[in-house]
């Protein structure tokens, strides 16, 4: 188990593993996420189950190398091992027939929201997919997330690919010349927090998928406890998914930065050793 | 579970014990003084995380602390164990010098003798109820730091205690939780003759023993030793396995599993509810404790952050905030101070932490209540609070703390950690149908035969309790393994 099978540099600093977990595989739902571990004394850190291969008994994950933790599962080839995997983790997105959805997936978002716009269409949904990135560089996971949307728009800050502009001026486009129904929106915080506003001026339903610092991922620690509403929740047992309108985005941003002093000296030490070497 | 007085007398009655009872008057025994255990001095002790504070007794304070014991014809001291262990009996081994027997003895009863004699509250329990301090008025008899005598004995020698295992019946039966109730359940039924697997959530095994309680007070290598007893009794163990998320009950029923006990433990972390209580800095004590135990933050080449505060204010008065502000100690902290709301003489931690926490320098701010953690840019900088005063006694019997108008104060800090509970775990009760689940999520058993409403499935520790002690899951492991095979024999047997 945990076996790596297949790896593949999806973007700069970003890679798609195939990893053998046949019982995550078998009870993975659209929504879920796993926690990984590498080493010893790696950390654990939750990342999405992108896809499964129910034959071959294998999950999909995509990382992103940013700190310590993700730069050592980067680092692992086919062949070798992550030696922790547990999951599926969170409730799974509750796919429902509701008409016309909008998928908003910003960088790295895109690879969460692929099992969520294939089970919406799945239950019959007609599904628009903007894909939104600094630069075209930075743009995963275009073919399938077209392949699996009845609209599939791109929009760069840059310019370099698609249409240019933030990801809220195509969602304005989408929503003003047809009647959506439901918004997802997946990638960096601040990026929700703009589509949740913008979703709101209209009163359009709209969820999000919080990608919140945990520790064990049950439910435990509360490290990833958010404001909902008037309630604190945890993303881990209550979400990660959530009521966009009803989310404290700017204590939310806040918290993800709470452990950033600190990673940053890891990362620091970590780089060091790595050139020692 | 406190077998026949007779079954006692029979045993005490065996010529060793007759004899050693003969040996030293009675009045000998009494005019000894309680041992005392040797600790690592403070300054040594709060500058490392894995240094144990206890050293453990040596034989010679061992033997002389044994021969305290009367051996009472009416052991009430097993009165106080919830896992009624023969307490009179291993004792009366270690007297006679063969501390082998005596773990022999404690092993009948307990999966985890190293873990319970060093983190029981014993001055609540079985020497609550020793004859010293029911009649005599003395110090009781040293149980707690005996057993742990016993058990550490083993450990380090190259003999080791077998334990008898029924030969197997083929049945299998399904643990959730390695945390010391699904260990104590599991050393149980393997003996039984059962074909057990424990089923965690984490990567580690030992729930709460690995990831709560800090090295200081229970070394990790001890609970291996523990665990690696089971193993060898056959007990199957299957880690990053959260049965209801990476299988369910129904789907381990359909591989064969005949019962089930959970003991999923602790869930969710409760907080305030007051103003700042989301900023930066302000953290549950089971995050704190894990990211420290668990991940081993702070270690240099462990990959897991940890925040290492200036001033620390742990908020809580139990055994766990104790753990807190002790690591908060070891983590470097300057300042590390306790906010609770009552007074000092209604601390509910065990009397020995409070004394270890008072001698590594941590300061006891009672009488204080947190209403609001101040921040500057979303980092906690201060802790405002409300002074306290003692009122009539509540339904607890404790008096109540409340409020003094107007008085209130701010305590600069940059670190808070809440240790005020925690609620059940969510995941099984949210993932069995027709589990009765009381207001509070806990799991609804009956009292005598820890079985829930849905036929197979027993449960027990925090899962059912909310927050108890060690001992306390560990005594409903061992009802529930019980009370498990007896049903599961009366359906074979039909």
């Known amino acids: 188990m945990n076996k790596i099978v297949k790896k593949e540099k999806l973007a700069e600093r970003i890679y798609r593993l195939e990893v053998e977990a046949p019982l995550i595989a078998a009870s993975r739902k659209a929504g879920n996420f796993i926690i990984a571990r590498t080493g010893k004394l790696g950390e654990r850190i939750p990342l999405t189950v992108v896809d499964s291969d129910l034959d071959k008994g294998t999950i999909t994950l995509v990382v992103q190398e940013m700190g310590v933790s993700s730069k050592k599962i980067c680092a692992l080839n086919e062949g070798e091992y992550i030696t922790d995997l547990v999951g599926p983790l969170g409730r799974p997105t509750d796919i429902k027939k509701v008409g016309t959805i909008l998928a908003c997936a910003g960088g790295l978002g895109a690879a969460p929201m692929l099992p969520i716009i294939k089970a919406f269409k799945e239950a019959g949904n007609r599904v628009i997919t903007i894909l939104a990135a600094r630069s075209k560089d930075l743009l995963i996971l275009k073919e399938e997330l077209a392949a699996n949307s009845d609209e599939f728009i791109i929009m760069t800050d840059d310019g370099t690919e698609g249409k240019k502009g933030l990801i809220t001026v195509g969602m304005e486009e989408v929503i003003a010349r047809e009647k959506i129904d439901e918004c997802i929106a997946v990638g960096p915080g601040v990026m929700m927090k703009f589509c949740a506003l913008t979703t709101k001026k209209h009163n359009i339903p709209t969820m999000v998928s919080l990608n919140a610092i945990m520790v064990d991922g049950t439910g435990m620690c509360g490290a990833c406890r958010v404001t909902v509403g008037d309630e604190t929740k945890f993303t881990c047992v209550d979400g990660p998914e959530f009521d966009a309108h009803k989310i404290d985005f700017d204590e939310f941003l806040l918290r993800l930065g709470g452990y950033k002093d600190q990673e940053n000296v890891l990362l620091e030490n970590f780089e060091k050793s790595c050139k020692l070497k | ?494």
Not at chain 2, 45 to 58: A, D, I, P, W, Y
Not at chain 2, 143 to 152: C, F, M, Q, V
Not at chain 2, 315 to 326: K, L, P, S
């Open chain 2, 1 to 494: 579970m406190k077998q026949s007085l007779d079954y006692y007398k029979e045993l005490r009655n065996e010529e060793w014990r007759v004899a050693l009872r003969k040996n030293i008057k009675a009045k000998e025994r009494i005019a000894k003084e309680r041992v005392e255990m040797p600790e690592v001095p403070p300054m040594v002790r709060s500058k490392s995380q894995t240094t144990e504070v206890n050293k453990g007794l040596t034989k010679e304070m061992a033997v002389e602390e044994a021969k305290r014991c009367m051996d009472c014809a009416n052991p009430t001291c097993i009165d106080g164990c919830p896992v009624g262990i023969n307490i009179p009996k291993f004792i009366k081994h270690i007297e006679n010098e063969e501390p082998l027997k005596a773990i022999a003895t404690l092993k009948e009863s307990s999966a985890l003798p190293a873990a319970c004699g060093r983190v029981c509250p014993q001055e609540k329990q079985c020497e609550a109820n020793c004859f010293y301090t029911l009649k005599l008025n003395k110090p009781a008899v040293a149980i707690g730091h005996l057993e742990r005598y016993a058990a550490d004995y083993e450990n380090n020698s190259d003999e080791k205690v077998v334990q008898e295992v029924a030969p197997s019946n083929g049945i299998k039966v399904g643990v959730v939780g390695s945390g010391p109730s699904g260990l104590a359940f599991a050393g149980d039924m393997v003996k039984f003759g059962y074909d057990v697997t424990v089923f965690e959530a984490l990567h580690e095994i030992g729930g709460v023993l690995k990831y709560g309680i800090p090295e200081f007070r229970l070394p990790n290598s001890l609970v291996d030793v523990e665990i690696e007893s089971l193993k060898r009794m056959g007990v199957k163990f299957e880690t990053n396995f959260i049965v209801g998320q990476t299988q369910t009950i129904e789907q381990l029923r359909e591989q064969g599993f005949k019962s089930f006990y959970v003991a999923s433990g602790a869930g969710l972390p409760r907080f305030m509810n007051i103003p700042g209580e989301n900023v930066n800095g302000v953290l549950s004590a089971n995050e704190y404790l894990t990211r420290v135990n668990l991940m081993f933050a702070g270690s240099a080449e462990a990959d897991t952050p940890v925040i290492k505060g200036k001033n620390v204010a742990v908020i809580g008065g139990g055994n766990t905030a104790m753990d807190a502000v002790r690591t908060a100690i070891r983590m470097g902290a300057e300042n590390a101070m306790i906010i609770y709301r009552r007074s000092l003489e209604q601390l509910p931690a065990r009397a020995e932490e409070v004394h270890h926490a008072k001698q590594e320098g941590v300061f006891f701010n009672t009488l204080k209540n947190p209403i609001e953690f101040l921040h500057e840019s979303g980092k906690l900088n201060a802790v405002k609070v409300q002074h306290m005063e003692l009122g009539e006694p509540d339904a607890s019997g404790r008096r109540r703390p409340i409020p003094i108008e107007g008085k209130t104060e701010i305590i600069p800090i940059d670190v808070a950690i809440m240790a005020i509970g925690v609620s059940p775990n969510p995941i099984i009760p949210n993932s069995v149908k027709g589990l009765d689940i009381s207001k509070w999520g806990t799991i609804e058993v009956s009292e005598e035969t820890r079985q829930s409403s849905v036929e197979d499935i027993y449960a027990g520790g925090d899962i059912v309790r909310g927050g108890a002690t060690v001992i306390l899951a560990m005594g409903d492991g061992r009802d529930a393994a019980a009370s498990m095979h007896k049903k599961l024999q009366a359906e074979m047997n039909n």
